[in-house]
C-alpha cells in the first residue's frame, strides 16, 4: 500500500477514536524515515487505568495476523460514523504504547518495513 | 504453534478424515471415486446438489476441498482461528454443491498471482483466496458447458479462473467498504460482481445457458446425522480444550461472546477461549438442524453446506444471539409472500442469511428482522444476475442489502442535528 494513504488510514481511525471523547484540543504529530514513521496522538482526556489497558490491548494484538490486515484492515479510517476499531490498526502496525500525560491522553504508534526497528528511532520512546 | 492451534488443526483433520473415509465406505472406494470424478466435469453453477451423483461422492469432494483449504492455511503461516476456520467449513460445505478441486484450484492460483504483482505474501490475501473459490463454476461452466472443443475450452476455463482470482483482491477491498463489514460473506458479494461482468459476456457470446435446480429430496441418514454429529464433537472437543475442570470459564465466555456485534473482522476464538468458540460453533450447528427438521426440508448437500457455513462463522461473528432475529425477517418474508419454509430458496436463504448477523448485532432485533425480511426476496433475484457463477449468492444478496441498510443509517447519523455546531 502507497505510504500516504496507509497513514491516512491509520489517522483517520486513531482520530475518530479520539473524537468519540469529544476533547477540546487534539493533536497529531508526524515524523517519517526512510523506513518507518511515527506518529503521536494527544488529547486532554486524561483515562483510567483500565481503559488504557484496553487501548494498549488492542493495539498490541498478541499475533501477527496478516490475513485480516490486508483485507478488513482497508477499512481503517473510513467509516466516521460507528465507533473507532483499534485492532485494525493494530494488526498494521509494528508497536504502539499509551499513556496518560499531565493533561490528556498519548498514543504513539510506530510503523515500517519488516527491517524497522522503532528503537532507533530519533524521537523519544515511551513504553 | 501453540497448543490450542495444534488442537484446532486435529479437530479440523478428524473432521476431513472423517468426511473422505465415510464418504468411501458408503457408497465403496469405487463408486465413491467414479462419482468424484463424474463431479469434476460438471459446470456446477448454483443449484448443483453433488448428492444427487451420490452421497459418498459429494462427502469425498467436500473432504478434499476441505483439505486444500486447510493445506493453504498451514503453508501460508497464518492463524488457524476463525476467520481461516469459517473459510475451511465454508468450503467444505460448498464441497456439497458446487465447489470441486478442478474448480477451485485456478481462482487460489490467481490469487497467488495477484499477490506475487503486488509484492504480498499468500498469507496476506489468503482469505480472498479461500473464500473466493466461490467463482468456481466460472471455471467448470467455461470448460464443460460452453460447447467449445475441450481442448480449447479447458485452457479457456483455467484462464478464466486466473483472471477472476487475480482481480478479485482489488474488488475485495473497494466492496468491502460499501457495507462497512456488516456483511459477513463479504468475498461472496465480491464474487457476485464479478460474476455480473462473466454472465455478461457469456449471455453476449450466446453461451450462457438457464440455470436449472438440482435438488436431492431423498432421505439419507448420513446426511441427517451429519451436523448433529458434528456439533456434538465440537462441544466435547471444546471442553477437552478448555479443560474440564475450567467447565465453569468457558460458559462465562460463551455468554459474554453472545454480547459481541459480530461485525467483520470478529474473530470469536480471539474474543474469548477456543472452547467457548467451539461451543458457539456447535450451538449454531445444532439450531440449524432443529430449523430444518422443523420446516421438514431435506438434508441434502446445499442444506448441508448451509449448516456448514453458519457453523464455520460461528467463529468468525455469528452467535445465537444476533443469528435469530434475521433468520426471522426470512421466515416471515416467506409466509408474507406464500413460500413454503421448506422449498430451495427459502430454505437457503434462512440459513445463509446469518450474513447479515452483524445488523442485528449492531442495530438490534428490528433491524435485524428488516434485514432478513429484505434479504429473501432479493436473494431469490440475484443469482439470474450473475448466472449461478457465484456460489455465494448470498453474500451477494446479504452485500447489497446490508449496504442498502448502512447507507440509510450512516446518513441518519451523520446529519445529526442536535450534534452539531452552535449557530
Known amino acids: 500500500m502507497k505510504r500516504k494513504e496507509f497513514l491516512g488510514r491509520l489517522i483517520g481511525e486513531l482520530t475518530n477514536f479520539m473524537l468519540e471523547g469529544n476533547p477540546l484540543r487534539l493533536v497529531v504529530s508526524l515524523h517519517q524515515e526512510e523506513d518507518g514513521a511515527h506518529i503521536s496522538f494527544f488529547d486532554d482526556i486524561p483515562r483510567s487505568k483500565k481503559e488504557l489497558d484496553k487501548i494498549r490491548k488492542s493495539l498490541n494484538p498478541k499475533t501477527q495476523r496478516p490475513e485480516l490486515a490486508q483485507y478488513y484492515g482497508q477499512m481503517a479510517g473510513h467509516d466516521m460514523a460507528w465507533e473507532a476499531r483499534l485492532n485494525l490498526i493494530g494488526w498494521q502496525i509494528k508497536q504502539a504504547s499509551v499513556s496518560n500525560t499531565d493533561s490528556g491522553l498519548q498514543i504513539d504508534i510506530w510503523l515500517g518495513s519488516d527491517a524497522f526497528k522503532p528503537e532507533n528511532f530519533t524521537l523519544d520512546m515511551k513504553i | ?423
Open chain 2, 1 to 423: 504453534m501453540e497448543r490450542t492451534e495444534k488442537s484446532l488443526y486435529t479437530i479440523m483433520l478428524i473432521f476431513i478424515l472423517g468426511l473422505a473415509v465415510t464418504g468411501l465406505a458408503l457408497d465403496g472406494p469405487v463408486t465413491t471415486l467414479q462419482g468424484f470424478l463424474h463431479l469434476q466435469i460438471r459446470g456446477a453453477r448454483l443449484i448443483n446438489d453433488f448428492t444427487q451423483a451420490g452421497v459418498g461422492a459429494a462427502m469425498f469432494n467436500a473432504a478434499l476441498v476441505g483439505l486444500i483449504g486447510l493445506t493453504i492455511v498451514f503453508f501460508a503461516t497464518i492463524s488457524l482461528s476463525g476467520p481461516t476456520i469459517a473459510a475451511i467449513f465454508t468450503m467444505i460445505g460448498f464441497g456439497f454443491f458446487g465447489k470441486t478441486p478442478l474448480n477451485i484450484l485456478p481462482i487460489i492460483g490467481g490469487v497467488w498471482i495477484a499477490a506475487r504483482v503486488t509484492r504480498n505474501t499468500l498469507g496476506s490475501y489468503s482469505l480472498i483466496a479461500l473464500f473466493g473459490t466461490a467463482l468456481g463454476p466460472v471455471v467448470t461452466f467455461i470448460m464443460f458447458e460452453i460447447g467449445l472443443p475441450l481442448i480449447s475450452s479447458i485452457p479457456l476455463g483455467i484462464f478464466s479462473g486466473l483472471f477472476a482470482g487475480f482481480i478479485l483482491p482489488g474488488v475485495a477491498g473497494s466492496i468491502l467498504q460499501l457495507h462497512q463489514g456488516y456483511n459477513l460473506y463479504t468475498t461472496g458479494f465480491s464474487c457476485g460482481f464479478i460474476g455480473l461482468f462473466v454472465s455478461g459476456l457469456l449471455v453476449a457470446s450466446n453461451k450462457m445457458e438457464p440455470m436449472t435446480i438440482i435438488w436431492n429430496t431423498a432421505a439419507e441418514p448420513a446426511l441427517y446425522l451429519l451436523i448433529p454429529i458434528l456439533s456434538v464433537l465440537l462441544i466435547i472437543s471444546a471442553l477437552i480444550i478448555d479443560g474440564f475442570a475450567n467447565i465453569r470459564e468457558t460458559l462465562t465466555e460463551l455468554r459474554d461472546l453472545q454480547k459481541l456485534t459480530g461485525r467483520l473482522p470478529t474473530d470469536i476464538f480471539d474474543a474469548g477461549t477456543a472452547g467457548s468458540a467451539l461451543i458457539n460453533m456447535g450451538l449454531l450447528g445444532l439450531g440449524s438442524s432443529l430449523y430444518v427438521w422443523l420446516v421438514k426440508a431435506p438434508f441434502n448437500g446445499p442444506v448441508i453446506g448451509g449448516m456448514l457455513t453458519v457453523m464455520g462463522f460461528g467463529g468468525f461473528g455469528k452467535t445465537l444471539k444476533n443469528v435469530w432475529p434475521v433468520v426471522v425477517g426470512v421466515v416471515l418474508a416467506t409466509l408474507v409472500f406464500g413460500k413454503q419454509l421448506s422449498a430451495p430458496g427459502p430454505i437457503l436463504a434462512a440459513l445463509f442469511c446469518t450474513t447479515l448477523a452483524p445488523i442485528a448485532g449492531q442495530f438490534g432485533i428490528m433491524a435485524g428482522v428488516i434485514a432478513g425480511f429484505t434479504h429473501l426476496f432479493m436473494v431469490e433475484t440475484t443469482a439470474a444476475w450473475h448466472g449461478g457463477l457465484d456460489l455465494y449468492n448470498n453474500g451477494f444478496a446479504g452485500g447489497l442489502t446490508a449496504t442498502l441498510i448502512i447507507a440509510l443509517l450512516q446518513w441518519y447519523r451523520t446529519n445529526r442535528p442536535r450534534e452539531d455546531f452552535q449557530v
